[in-house]
């Protein structure tokens, strides 16, 4: 199946893929060949490319997921390969954004939605 994983910024792999493992909002899922159609919203985590190259891996904040006539597409609100992310300054991050105070229901779900994403990273970022 075709794979294609996009971010604002960039094109983070396009290929083809024997399944794909993403981490929906209400659970982690997979997706082999043949998968039924799907349109699903995903949550801060990591999605995995397992190709004839190998295992490729995304750590994402959020985005949809499509999946259509054997391809897979997921556009991303942001995206990092582990190996591109350093701990300690996330980590310093972190720290700041739970110092912070927010406000209302809107800042204290765009924060909740940060720390999140900064979770995440520390949990994947390349050893």
């Known amino acids: 199946m075709e794979v294609s994983?996009?971010?604002p910024d960039r094109v983070l792999y396009t290929g083809d893929a024997h399944s794909v493992t993403a981490p929906g909002t209400?659970?982690?899922f997979s997706i082999l060949e043949s998968h039924a159609p799907l349109v699903t919203t995903l949550e801060p985590g990591l999605i995995?490319?397992?190709?004839?190259?190998?295992?490729?891996?995304?750590?994402?904040?959020?985005?949809?997921?499509e999946v259509r006539n054997n391809k897979v597409t997921a556009l991303?609100?942001?995206?990092l390969l582990p190996d591109e992310i350093n701990a300690d300054d996330v980590q310093s991050q972190l720290d700041k954004l739970l110092k912070q105070q927010a406000?209302?229901?809107?800042e204290m779900k765009s924060?909740?939605?940060?720390l999140d994403y900064l979770r995440v990273q520390l949990r994947y970022a390349a050893q």
Do not use: M, P, T, Y
């Open 103 to 106: 406000v209302g229901d809107e």
């Open 111 to 114: 924060k909740q939605k940060q």
């Open 76 to 79: 991303l609100e942001a995206a």
């Open 48 to 65: 995995k490319i397992n190709s004839a190259d190998g295992e490729k891996h995304f750590v994402v904040q959020d985005g949809f997921l």
């Open 5 to 7: 994983v996009l971010s």
């Open 26 to 28: 209400i659970g982690s």
